[in-house]
């Protein structure tokens, strides 16, 4: 998998693609998937959400990058999947999950696989994680047609933000948000499909 569809479309980030080799994919899915782990396209994990693209997640942590010193919140927790690679590359991981059946299962299996830099919450990323603010980066897992406010107030100066930008319903661009003296330098690094974020960010 990291061979064929990490390194040759481009990913070139050493501590992405050692993430990768070393977070084991089928540990986060259903044993009846397992099959299907290495694969590179979603899985289905319950509750309508899925477990991400292997290329958009190593995409998408690229993106951010991380040097390992970084406080890092995630929003979306799904299968912990994306969680333990952000485990890998900083030294600090926030993450939240609305499910709260999501949520259980992902406190569960992250503890049993030894992720002690990572803390979960239940509730609602929209507001983000005010308490351990500001961010170095903070990326969504989930579309949305705008930006949580929250979140952009709580990104570090110099940090960066990560979302699936624009229709809810059918494709958004996977856009890199960098804060540049309180201003948001913005650029889109292509066409993704992510599920909608719930709770707050459907009522905007």
């Given at each position: 998998?990291v061979?064929?569809?990490?390194?040759r479309?481009?990913?070139?980030?050493?501590?992405?693609?050692?993430?990768?080799?070393?977070v084991?994919r089928?540990?986060?899915i259903?044993?009846?998937?397992?099959?299907?782990?290495?694969?590179?396209?979603?899985?289905p994990?319950?509750?309508?959400?899925?477990?991400?693209?292997?290329?958009?997640?190593?995409?998408?942590?690229?993106?951010?990058?991380?040097?390992?010193?970084?406080?890092?919140?995630?929003?979306?927790?799904?299968?912990?999947?994306?969680?333990?690679?952000?485990?890998?590359?900083a030294?600090?991981?926030?993450?939240?999950?609305?499910?709260?059946?999501?949520?259980?299962?992902?406190?569960?299996?992250?503890?049993?696989?030894?992720?002690?830099?990572?803390?979960?919450?239940?509730g609602?990323?929209?507001?983000?994680?005010?308490e351990?603010?500001?961010?170095?980066?903070?990326?969504?897992?989930?579309?949305?047609?705008?930006?949580?406010?929250?979140?952009?107030?709580?990104?570090?100066?110099?940090?960066?933000?990560?979302?699936?930008?624009g229709?809810?319903?059918?494709?958004?661009?996977?856009?890199?948000?960098?804060?540049?003296?309180?201003?948001?330098?913005?650029?889109?690094?292509?066409?993704?499909a992510?599920?909608?974020m719930?709770?707050?960010?459907?009522?905007?």
């Open positions: 998998m061979e064929h569809d990490i390194k479309r481009g990913i070139k980030d050493s501590r992405v693609i050692d993430a990768m080799l070393k084991k089928h540990m986060f259903d044993e009846s998937q397992w099959d299907r782990a290495y694969n590179d396209h979603p899985l994990i319950g509750e309508g959400q899925t477990i991400s693209q292997p290329y958009v997640v190593a995409l998408m942590s690229e993106a951010i990058g991380l040097e390992g010193h970084e406080r890092v919140l995630e929003i979306g927790t799904g299968s912990g999947y994306q969680a333990a690679i952000l485990g890998e590359l030294k600090e991981v926030f993450t939240i999950e609305i499910r709260k059946g999501l949520y259980d299962r992902v406190v569960e299996r992250l503890q049993r696989m030894g992720y002690k830099n990572i803390r979960v919450k239940h609602d990323g929209y507001f983000g994680w005010k351990h603010a500001p961010f170095d980066a903070i990326m969504v897992t989930a579309s949305a047609n705008h930006i949580p406010p929250p979140l952009l107030n709580q990104l570090k100066e110099g940090g960066r933000l990560i979302i699936p930008l229709s809810t319903v059918f494709f958004q661009n996977l856009t890199l948000v960098t804060k540049v003296k309180g201003m948001h330098k913005i650029v889109e690094l292509g066409s993704v992510f599920v909608p719930t709770g707050e960010a459907q009522k905007k």
